[in-house]
């Protein structure tokens, strides 16, 4: 599978780094992030890296409090799984009404294959990181093409959620694959049967869950680490 090489901003290189650093565990919830020692590694100022952290923050990655700077976030399984319940609640919803309007020939579906096209080559060059955020990324698109901004808007501070939890708990031996799921879910939206596409993305969110190792050994604390 070709892709053309995509070139980004330190910004980018720097989040990048970041949800890579997370889904291997370098970087882990708690983990008080030190902005001098990442310019220092990225040959950068600090504030590009004060940027780079608040792009994160507002994601809902890292957080921020006054006089102790930026850590990352810690996400419960508790928390985890409320998340997904409510996603569940709102994608059934969304994906209703994208199949009653592709019935219809108002919905168009290209950007979605092309998002999948990414998502696929990311776990095949084992960008995790990546492809974990490329993977969540695909449902807000999903809930774009619903041109309902109380769904959208609803949908949007799950999604970063979504991605620290599987930043943080994706078990690398699970034989999961988002990217075959989400060509099935545009098949169940060409199919134009509403009912079929509700239980095709009921299905696919209890398995994002299920994938999630809850066991797996996640450090969670306040140290004041480096990179």
């Known amino acids: 599978m070709k892709k053309e090489t995509v070139i980004h901003s330190v910004e980018d290189t720097i989040i990048h780094y970041v949800f890579d650093a997370i889904f291997s565990n370098k970087l882990y919830p708690g983990l008080k992030l030190s902005e001098s020692v990442f310019a220092q590694d990225f040959n950068v100022s600090r504030d590009l890296i004060r940027k780079a952290f608040s792009q994160l923050q507002s994601m809902g990655i890292l957080t921020y409090k006054k006089n102790k700077g930026f850590t990352v976030k810690w996400l419960s399984q508790k928390e985890t799984k409320d998340v997904y319940t409510a ?53 807000l698109n999903l809930a774009l093409l619903s041109k309902n901004d109380f769904l959208i808007n609803a949908l949007k501070p799950l999604i970063p959620l979504s991605i620290l939890a599987g930043l943080s708990y994706q078990d690398s031996t699970t034989s999961f694959c988002s990217y075959e799921e989400h060509r099935s879910l545009i ?20 398995n994002c869950v299920d994938a999630l190792d809850f066991d ?3 450090k969670k604390d306040s140290f004041v680490g480096e990179m």
Request: proline letters at 1%; a negative charge; glycine letters at 4%.
């Open 87 to 139: 996603r569940n609640v709102l994608e059934v919803g969304i994906i209703t009404h994208i199949t009653q309007q592709n019935a219809v020939g108002a919905i168009d579906l290209s950007s979605l294959n092309e998002d999948i096209e990414t998502e696929e080559y990311l776990k095949v060059t084992l960008q995790n990181g990546e492809y974990v955020k490329t993977s969540c990324d695909f449902h």
């Open 187 to 206: 098949k169940a939206i060409k199919s134009n049967d509403v009912e079929y596409a509700k239980s095709i993305m009921n299905n696919h969110l209890h």
């Open 216 to 218: 797996k050994p996640v």
